[in-house]
Nanobody
Framework: QVQLVESGGGFVQPGGSLRLSCAAS????????IGWFRQAPGKEREFVTAISWSDGNRYYAAFVKGRFTISRDNTKSTVYLQMNSLKPEDTAVYYC????????????????WGQGTQITVSS
């Protein structure tokens, strides 16, 4: 079992920055990927980014366009999502997830999910 706890959400003005954290506990296997997804009201959950726990390879959704950066600190079992140049359309609940997905961008491939943290981008 793996437990994931997100933190760092909040309210920010357009163009601002936030850093989310995903603290993992339990048995994190070396072949796990940790992904970030988001879900806006009335929309489906969508892939944002993912990182391989073992080698740190990173994967991003196209809409990230260099604004977001995922990183990990294995010593703290924590994954971070640095978000810069935030836009109102980035408003959503952000979730981190862990698992061994066949395709990292598909939510159904992840076995464990955090409770989510709200990001609101507005002037």
């Amino acid at each position: 079992q793996v437990q994931l706890v997100e933190s760092g959400g909040g309210f920010v003005q357009p163009g601002g920055s936030l850093r989310l954290s995903c603290a993992a506990s339990g048995r994190i296997l070396s072949n796990y990927a940790i992904g970030w997804f988001r879900q806006a009201p009335g929309k489906e959950r969508e892939f944002v980014t993912a990182i391989s726990w073992s080698d740190g390879n990173r994967y991003y959704a196209a809409f990230v366009k260099g604004r977001f950066t995922i990183s990990r600190d294995n010593t703290k079992s924590t994954v971070y999502l640095q978000m810069n140049s935030l836009k109102p359309e980035d408003t959503a609940v952000y979730y981190c997830a862990a698992g061994v997905p066949a395709l990292r961008s598909l939510a159904k491939g992840y076995d464990y999910w955090g409770q989510g943290t709200q990001i609101t981008v507005s002037s």
